[in-house]
């Protein structure tokens, strides 16, 4: 299934097609200007709830009066994750914990999980089909680490990840974080340039190298078709790597240096993708390029 550093065929894209479209862009002002908010989901009823990293407060947002309010403070929330009764779960940083909190009731639940966390992803890959809350240690190395909780018994249970050192001995800095819907994983790390898959039901790895070397892979996102969506941080293009076939197509984006971020795709196909220098959001319909 692949070794890391393993040469990989790279597909020529065509050519990247802007939209003329009227857009309607609006922005509202973070409470604390010193905050970093560092990862946002919406709720059921449309509320977008925000993680102030610095400030250690989570948010939430009306998009529609642009009005904020606290939900009191939690110690440096990084990664946000909202399960299907509307509970959420929330990576503490340095902490080194998990925080269940249920807005319905107030109630908070916290959990130990031994290492500094970076993304979450939620699964019923458990026994059963029970639900785990998985994530990845981000400075881990010499192991690196990833692992997952079980909600209902508060076991935690880490997984050495055999990724190779890297040469100058320090972390392949573990990434992006997603789950397919086989509930396979699939994770990146930002300096060892790979895209990393781990099948939990037979618990077996596999490392796929990114054709562009020190790309930056960030975080990533998985179709409607199962393909996986890379948004390389460094290398200001956008890769896709088909689970089938094992290959990779990269994708050039306009405005240089722009660091892509994050991708989600959306239900429809579209990939949409954040960048942190550019003050853009890029829009790529794959079935139309």
């Not at 990576?91 to 319905?104: E, H, S, T, V, W």
């Not at 699939?186 to 790309?215: D, K």
Request: glycine share 10%; with cysteine.
């Amino acid at each position: 299934l692949g070794t890391p550093g393993d040469p990989l065929p790279v597909l020529t894209p065509p050519p990247f097609k802007l939209a003329a479209e009227r857009v309607l862009i609006t922005e509202y002002d973070v409470p604390s200007r010193r905050d970093l908010p560092h990862d946002l989901m919406p709720n059921a009823d449309g509320q977008i709830i925000v993680t102030g990293m610095n400030t250690s407060q989570m948010y939430t947002l009306d998009p529609k009066t642009g009005a904020w309010a606290s939900t009191g403070g939690v110690s440096n929330p990084r990664a946000l994750a909202i399960d299907d009764d509307g509970v959420w779960w929330v990576l503490l940083g340095a902490p080194r914990q998990i925080q269940r909190f249920d807005p319905a009731t107030g109630e908070t639940e916290r959990f130990d999980i031994g290492v500094y966390p970076h993304s979450i992803a939620l699964a019923e890959n458990g026994p059963n089909g029970s639900q785990r809350v998985w994530f990845n240690a981000h400075f881990s190395k010499e192991p690196e680490t990833m692992g997952f909780l079980d909600p209902t018994t508060g076991a935690v249970e880490t997984i050495e990840v055999p990724t190779p050192r890297q040469p100058d001995g320090g972390s392949t800095i573990p990434y992006g974080l997603r789950i397919d819907a086989d509930g396979v994983l699939w994770g990146t790390q930002l300096i060892g340039n790979r895209l990393v898959r781990y099948n939990p039901a037979m618990e077996q790895f596999s490392f796929y190298g990114l054709p562009t070397s020190h790309s930056g892979p960030r975080r990533p996102d998985i179709g409607p078709d199962g393909q996986i969506w890379i948004p390389e941080f460094a290398a200001g293009k956008l890769a896709v790597f088909d689970p089938t076939t094992k290959a990779f197509t990269e994708i050039a984006l306009p405005v240089p240096d722009a660091l892509r971020c994050i991708v989600r795709v959306a239900e429809d196909g579209v990939v949409w993708v954040a960048t942190g220098a550019a003050g853009a959001v890029l829009r790529f319909g794959p079935s139309s390029a």
